[in-house]
């Protein structure tokens, strides 16, 4: 194969330089940059980089071929105009011996060439047999081979040869290989090979291509060998060699058709690429120019190839644009770049979904080997995306920060295509703080929405915690409405009752002292009664007196020890009706809780004042409870007190270990209302 | 037969004022020089008549809090001679400290229904114009049954036999009558009187008011009840 690919090379130096040289270059040219060059180089490179594949060895053996058949033809060609074989067209008679040996020689290359073309197409995308008939089809063409040889002694005339072994090849096999491309594909379909599959479409539209051209040819045969329609032929000859060319070395590289790895530096398949389209480009031009040239006044000539090599500039650019981008990826200005990436930021809320997308677009971006990107900061999940494989070697870091604070990192490799510069490095540190900003909105949002759901929840507490103290406002309501009807009125009545009988008793003349001293008994009962009434309504010493003294005197009226350690400042203000309020029933329910449940042998309340809050605690030494006990069923007056607490703002909190006693313990916000002086 | 009593009566409920005053006049022993409905005329008729005693409601407009209290100290600190007998609808002892914060001398706190015991209520009428004291039993009878206690309660330091002699004091009974409860000698009762008053830091109080803060302070921080349970009156 480096025989090959030597001598190739060699034959292509060699051709190229006498074929333009001495040769008419127009006939030379095209062909030699349109065809031989493309095949050779695209071969050469498949084949560095994947010397075992049979894709690679076919195009380099079929560019190395091309380029041994144009020089030794050419040779020949060069030998009969200097040394004086005199003959000017070496198709036109049957040559002499030494001709003979020259021209079989490149007509059995040329024929080996059609036929490589034909197995190389028809055997992608691996080269390799797959389906049964493949081998044997193939394989049988190169008895082809026989025919440059069995023809001439046979007696066929040489111009006939010409057209057999290498005209008609030439032209058709292309499509043929192309055609069996397709059925390949189908095939593959059928099998559900996925990557001949694939191949369907492109094999379609080469197939119907080269057919299209090689049908063309046949028209060619009446407008002569000569003359402008054969030079254009020529350079539409070279299709085939570039389009092949050109979608192997493409292939190669983006979908590792040769199994060339991705590593390889993309700027070698672009060069690659770039020096088939501009061979073939060039090719075009000088053909058009030259030909132009031939058969025209020298000004309108130069107008024309001018004209045409203007015209054809856009398709080469065009061209060049679409192997770049191919190959390296859409570039992006760094305006491109920020704007696009502002773009994704407006959407940015799931932090897991932009780092992955910073990644990208600074790596499709800056073109950069890999890049990995941390997201986030103090109180959010890290969030993490990497694109490209990391690999030691150089690399860069860039903090996010958003005021004093790091919200994530981003680190990156090296640019594939060249060095670092410090635009680049602007770009990045433009992103970064674009990135920490979002980041930094991100957790903005989160917080946000984390807010406004605990108001929800605060707000849904509060619905049913203002249900719940409505119900118990409606049900002390009828508690105290039935003491007043059941018990006070009642009473009331039996007084009267007792009057009107002391009356009685006067009209008869009786004793009315002992009726009468009953009577005020009862009355003095029913005082009493309303008194507990009405302290049970309101405290009055709470109003009258404030919180200590209406928690003292509640504490002296209880039948187990009370003690009550107070601030000695506490005592000598006022805090907020609402939070004595709600602190002294805190106390006298507490304390009910403990003469009702906890069988205690003292209790201890304490209330303190600091940092703006009350703090009011009731302890005792009874059976206490489990925990559980009150969270299930919210019962023993916890929930009420609960709800009292937090209507003013406050938090409540029942310690209880079953024979550990009970310690109820609260806070209220307290603003001082007023203080006594002394 | 002593001169009556010249009284002035403010009650912002009108059966209740004009049944005390009917009440009070029926007697004999009083005189009412003027029934006022609120604090404000109170203190005129006061300033106006200089009655012996005054007998205030401790809830009058217009806030019908404590007003009757304001006025107590305010005619107790112009007019020393004039006594206060505060009716109080309140069984709460906060109102009585909150009434004797001041001192004690010539003020009397006692709940509304003992109206209904004319002879308390005369008593006690008498007893303020004398400058004494007077606290109504139930109050005592709260103190004394009560469990509670506060933290810094300064009878912590008394010892037992002390806090006997002081809750007999509570009682309104003179040294001798407490020496004879207690089957002690008038001297160890005075021995232990005096302990108390220097335990309570009342050592340099004239004695007569020493013994009201003494009790006072009994009050305030009363511990639990002795053998001897609630007293029923609390002439001091």
Not at chain 1, 64 to 72: D, H, I, K, T, Y
Request: a positive charge; one cysteine or more.
């Amino acid at each position: 194969m480096r025989i090959a690919a030597v001598s190739g090379g060699l034959c292509l130096a060699w051709a190229g330089l006498i074929g333009s040289i001495h040769l008419d270059s127009r006939f030379t040219l095209p062909w030699t940059l349109g065809a031989v060059v493309p095949c050779y180089f695209a071969g050469l490179f498949g084949w560095w980089y994947a010397p075992a594949h049979p894709v690679a060895r076919r195009l380099l053996l079929i560019g190395s071929l091309l380029a041994v058949s144009m020089a030794l033809r050419y040779t020949a060609m060069l030998l009969s105009l200097g040394v004086g074989w005199g003959r000017e067209d070496l198709e036109a008679i049957l040559p002499p011996a030494e001709d003979l040996v020259v021209l079989m020689a490149s007509e059995v290359i040329d024929l080996a060439v059609s036929i490589l073309v034909v197995r190389l197409l028809a055997l992608l995308p691996d080269g390799r047999y797959r389906f049964p008939g493949e081998r044997a089809l193939l394989r049988s063409m190169w008895a082809l081979l026989l025919l440059p040889v069995v023809l001439p002694p046979a007696g066929v005339r040489a111009g006939t040869v010409g057209y057999v072994v290498f005209y008609y090849p030439e032209a058709w096999f292309p499509g043929l290989g192309a055609l069996l491309l397709v059925i390949r594909a189908l095939r593959a379909r059928a099998a559900g090979q996925r990557d001949a599959a694939r191949l369907l479409p492109a094999a379609t539209a080469g197939a119907v291509l080269f057919l299209a051209r090689a049908s063309a040819r046949l028209f060619r045969t009446w407008q002569g060998e000569d003359g402008f329609f054969y030079l254009l032929g020529t350079v539409l000859g070279a299709l085939p060699y570039v389009v092949i060319s050109l979608c192997v070395v493409y292939a190669a590289f983006r979908y590792r058709l040769l199994g060339v790895d991705i590593v390889l530096r993309p700027s070698v398949v672009h060069g690659t690429l770039w020096l088939i389209i501009n061979s073939w480009y060039l090719g075009m031009a000088m053909t058009l120019g030259l030909t132009a040239g031939q058969y025209l006044p020298i000004g309108l000539a130069v107008l024309i190839a001018v004209t045409a090599t203007a015209l054809f500039q856009p398709l080469r650019a065009r061209l060049n644009r679409l192997a770049e981008r191919r190959v390296f990826g859409r570039r992006l200005s760094s305006f491109e770049l920020l704007v696009q990436f502002g773009t994704t930021l407006e959407h940015a809320y799931d932090l897991r979904r932009l780092a992955p997308q910073l990644a990208l677009c600074l790596k499709e971006g800056l073109n950069l080997r890999w890049v990995r990107v941390r997201l986030g900061g103090s109180g959010l999940p890290a969030a993490l995306g990497a694109v490209g494989e990391q690999l030691p070697g150089p690399r860069g870091e860039f903090p996010l920060w958003y005021g004093d604070e790091v919200l994530g990192v981003i680190e990156f490799g090296p640019r594939t295509d060249r060095r670092f510069t410090p635009e680049d490095h602007d770009v990045v540190e433009t992103l970064a703080r674009q990135a920490a900003l979002a980041v930094h909105n991100v957790r903005l949002t989160a917080e946000l929405a984390s807010r406004v759901e605990e108001v929800q929840r605060q707000t849904r507490e509060l619905q049913a915690s203002r249900a719940r103290i409505v119900h118990a406002q409606d049900s002390e309501r009828r508690r105290i409405e039935r003491r007043l009807h059941d018990g006070i009125q009642q009473e009331l009545v039996a007084l009267v009752a007792k009057l009107r009988l002391a009356r009685n008793r006067l009209d008869r003349g009786g004793d009315v002292l002992a009726a009468l001293t009953e009577v005020q008994d009862d009355a003095y009962r029913v005082i009493d009664e309303l008194r507990e009434v009405a302290h049970g309504i309101h405290p009055p010493v709470l109003t009258d007196q404030g919180l200590v003294a209406a928690v003292t005197s509640c504490a002296r009226r209880m039948p187990v020890p009370v003690t009550v350690h107070s601030a000695a400042r506490l005592e000598r203000l006022r805090l907020p009706l609402d939070v004595e309020e709600s602190a002294f029933y805190l106390v006298s329910e507490a304390l009910t809780n403990v003469i009702k449940h906890a069988a205690a042998n003292r209790v201890t309340i304490r209330l303190a004042l600091g940092a703006g809050r009350l703090s009011v605690e009731v302890a005792d030494d009874g059976v206490g409870f489990a925990a559980e006990h009150t969270r299930t069923t919210g019962g023993l007056g916890l929930t009420g007190m609960r709800d009292r607490t937090e209507a003013v703002g406050g938090t409540l909190r029942i310690t209880s270990r079953p024979g550990a006693g009970t310690t109820v313990h609260a806070r209220l916000p307290a603003r001082v209302r007023e203080e006594a002086g002394a | 037969m002593p001169d009556p009593l010249r009284v002035v009566i403010a009650e912002d409920h009108y059966l209740v004022r004009e049944g005390t005053r009917r009440l009070l006049e029926d007697t004999g022993d009083v005189q009412v020089l003027a029934a006022v409905g609120t604090a404000g005329e109170l203190l005129d008729a006061v300033a106006r008549l200089r009655p012996d005693v005054v007998i205030a409601d401790i809830r009058m407009p217009p806030g019908h809090h404590t007003e009757g209290i304001t006025a107590a100290h305010a005619i107790r600190a112009a007019h020393p001679g004039i006594g206060v007998v505060m009716l109080s609808q309140h069984a709460n002892e906060h109102y009585a400290f909150d009434l004797f914060r001041r001192g004690t001398d010539g003020l009397a706190y006692l709940l509304k229904e003992r109206i209904g015991e004319l002879d308390e209520l005369l008593r006690a009428l008498r007893e303020v114009a004398a400058g004494r004291s007077v606290v109504d039993p139930r109050i005592v009878e709260v103190l004394m049954g009560s469990h509670a206690r506060t933290a810094d309660a300064p009878l912590a330091a008394l010892t037992r036999r002390e806090l006997d002699v002081l809750r007999h004091m509570a009682q309104g009974k003179t040294n001798r009558s407490i020496a004879e409860s207690l089957t002690l000698s008038e001297s160890t009762i005075e021995k232990h009187v005096n302990s108390t008053f220097a335990k309570l830091g009342l050592a340099e109080e004239p004695q007569l008011h020493r013994r009201v803060s003494a009790v006072l302070a009994y009050l305030r921080h009363a511990p639990a009840p002795g053998p001897e349970g609630p007293a029923a009156s609390g002439g001091v």
